[in-house]
């Protein structure tokens, strides 16, 4: 599986942004699809995930302010990201797991097997 994360810049904070991760040798429809974030200094950390069975998953420091959606005819996977604060700046990552991971799974990085590039997002104050 491949995985190209792009959609990242400079936004002020407040302002959105759309993440999209295109996916090309499976279809999304068929893994959990999963967005981490990783600040300088910082451990990487769950964002939000879209299972197979359409399930979706937040932190709960993003709920209500992002959005994972899933595109299967372009086999893409979104992340909308409203109401951004300097706090959500970080490289953003898609990656891709099996399609019923549990919930404790999917939020943790070690439950997905491919993983794209990352996308930098900078929030300014």
């Known amino acids: 599986v491949q995985l190209q994360a792009s959609g990242g810049g400079l936004v002020p904070a407040g302002g959105s942004l759309r993440l999209s991760c295109a996916a090309s040798?499976?279809?999304?429809?068929?893994?959990?699809m999963g967005w981490f974030r990783q600040a300088p200094g910082k451990e990487r950390e769950f964002v939000s995930a879209?299972?197979?069975?359409?399930?979706?998953y937040y932190a709960d420091s993003v709920k209500g302010r992002f959005t994972i959606s899933r595109d299967n005819a372009k086999n893409t996977v979104y992340l909308r990201m409203n109401s951004l604060n300097p706090e959500d700046t970080a490289f953003y990552y898609c990656?891709?797991?099996?399609?019923?991971?549990?919930?404790?799974?999917?939020?943790?990085?070690?439950?997905?097997?491919?993983w794209g590039q990352g996308t930098l997002v900078t929030v300014s104050s």
């Open positions: 879209f299972r197979s069975n359409g399930g979706t």
């Open positions: 040798g499976r279809t999304v429809s068929s893994v959990t």
């Open positions: 990656a891709a797991g099996g399609g019923r991971l549990i919930v404790s799974v999917l939020k943790g990085a070690g439950g997905y097997d491919y």
